[in-house]
Structure formats: C-alpha cells, structure tokens
C-alpha cells in the first residue's frame, strides 16, 4: 500500500463516487426530473483532468485508516467544484451554454442545485449524529461565503493595484477555501478532534493556494491563456509587476489590458512573465506554500498508507513548470 498513489486511488473509488452522484440526484425525488436531468447533464459537461475529489478520501483514511466512508464527501466535492467552475465561466463571459441539451439559463440554475441542495441532500442522507451533521453542513455554508468573497474581489481587481498579497487572499477564498472544506469535512466524518480538524482545513487552505498556482502554470503551457484573455490578475503576474521598474510596470499594466483581444500583446505579456527575477521569486513563494503544507502534513501524522500519499501530492503541486525566456 505504500506505493499507492492519488490516481490509484480514484481508480479504486471512482465508481463508488458515480455511484454515489447517482444516487444523490436519484434522491431528489420523481417530481424534480428536469432538475434531474439538467444537473446530470452538466456533469457530464464538466469533465477534471486530476482527480481531486480523493482528497477527503485520503484524509479519512489518514485519521482512521480506512477511506471508503468519506465516498460521499468526495461526491460533494465533484458537486461544488462543478458549480463553481460553471460560475466562473460565466463571471468571465464564457458559460453561454454547455451542450444542445442544456443552454445557459438552464445550467446556471443547474449550477445552483449541483452545489448547493445536492450536497446538502448527501450531508442530510449520512447516518451520523446531528453534531457531525451540522458541523458538515457548516463547512458546506462557510465555503461558499468565503469561496463567494473571493470571487467578487477577483472581479473587482484593479490590476495596478495588484501584490502578492491580494493575490493569495483572493486565492484563498476561490481555492483555499473549498479545499480546506472538504478536509475538514473529511477530518470530522471520521471522528477527529477539534484541534485536528482546524489542522486538516489549514491543510486544505495551503493546498487550494498550491493548486491554483499549479493551474496558472498550465493555463501558459497549455497555450490556452484564459487568464490572459479574460484579464485575470495571477499570482505570476503580480510577481511581475512588484519586481518591475516604474516604466516597465506602466507597460504590463498596458499588455494586461491589451492581452484580451491581442495574441501580441498576450505574446509579449508573457514574456515579462517568464522573466527570470520573476520566477525566482514565483519559485521561492511555491517552496514556501510547500514547506508549510508538508510541516502541517508532518505535524497531523496518520496511517502511514496514506499521509505519504498526500505528501507526494503536495510535492507534485508545488512544481515549477515553467521555463524562462532567453
């Protein structure tokens, strides 16, 4: 077991988590069928190339040794995290529809189902006490405040206003704070301990950062550039503009602007961003995001079959992919 990795264990669970869908939108009832079938349906739109939702699996299993509880977390997971990359499409002007069976004004309702009544039907279906019940709910509750907080500041970013800072706070909330819910979802489905559960979303916080600027390297090695085409203010690009001089921090702000409608200026944009002072600063804030997911992962302890996997999991998250210019 030792050996085993995160995309071993979704392949181990990942029918039990469908299944687990499945049941939740059985669930709603023979009267809710539209609903049924418009949730199904962007579910099936919204496809996750890395398996995350492993994550309360591997807490759970971490705390008790045993992950095939948390199944249902994981589910929610799938759940919230389709909900919310549908708003964010959206908030950037790109969810007009899903598919020829779902148009934009359906999906958008849809969205609002899959994250929000869904999960709370899974928490409501869970044989555990009302304690455990309410605190799961509370997570559900807290996150979409925090994950909603971070949003709205996303959209209302000056970028000229932009650090390193307002960036991680952002992230914080659209990344750090999904995460952080479903390990400590995760942490109090198996039973632990108040101080242990706040280490475990602490955890989730650290890593949601992690992943986000995982994600911003793949959008620029992908050559998608989403970011630069909706104007997003990244954590790289803040890197940028707090280590560039006056004049040339006037001519980022210009290409950021410009970088929507102009593959030039997005071109050249990234060029300042692939900047060698830039990365090593990029660079020295990805191992410190790192060092202090892995103290907390080292500080938690756990069933050695799984605490290592989410070692290596933080470790894979926290690699620098990109490369920088001549």
């Not at 996150?143 to 307002?166: F, K, Y």
């Not at 503009?241 to 980022?252: H, I, M, V, W």
Request: one cysteine or more; hydrophobic letters at 40%.
């Amino acid at each position: 077991m030792n050996s085993i990795s995160y995309l071993d264990l979704y392949r181990q669970f990942s029918s039990d988590i469908d299944a687990e869908l499945n049941s939740g939108i059985e669930r709603l009832g023979p009267s809710s069928t539209a609903v049924q079938n418009a949730v199904t349906e962007l579910l099936r739109h919204q496809t996750f190339r890395y398996p995350l939702q492993v994550l309360p699996l591997l807490v759970h299993g971490a705390e008790t040794g045993d992950p095939g509880p948390a199944v249902p977390l994981s589910a929610i997971h799938v759940l919230w995290w389709t909900s919310a990359c549908y708003l964010d499409d959206l908030a950037d002007g790109q969810a007009a529809s899903v598919s020829r069976e779902l148009g934009g004004n359906e999906a958008l309702l849809a969205s609002v189902i899959s994250g929000n009544s869904l999960p709370l039907h899974i928490i409501q279906s869970q044989q555990v006490s009302d304690s455990v019940r309410g605190a799961l709910v509370a997570e559900l509750a807290t996150c979409w405040i925090v994950g909603t907080e971070g949003q709205l500041n996303d959209l209302r970013r000056d970028a000229g206003d932009a650090t390193r800072d307002s960036v991680v706070k952002t992230y914080r909330g659209k990344s750090g704070a999904p995460f952080g819910m479903i390990t400590a979802m995760g942490a109090t489905l198996a039973g632990s301990e108040h101080e242990r559960i706040r280490m475990w979303r602490d955890l989730g916080d650290v890593f949601g950062i992690l992943w986000q600027l995982f994600n911003d390297q793949e959008d620029i090695l992908s050559g998608r550039n989403e970011d630069l085409r909706n104007g997003t203010v990244t954590y790289l690009f803040a890197c940028a503009l707090e280590n560039a001089s006056p004049g040339s921090k006037n001519r980022l702000l210009d290409l950021h602007a410009a970088a929507r409608n102009s593959e030039e200026a997005r071109a050249e944009l990234t060029e300042f961003l692939l900047a060698p002072s830039t990365l090593q600063q990029y660079r020295a804030d990805l191992d410190r995001f790192r060092d202090k997911a892995q103290r907390l992962l080292t500080e938690l302890g756990g069933d050695e079959n799984y605490v290592p996997v989410l070692h290596r999991l933080v470790e894979e998250s926290a690699e620098l992919l990109l490369h920088q210019t001549e």
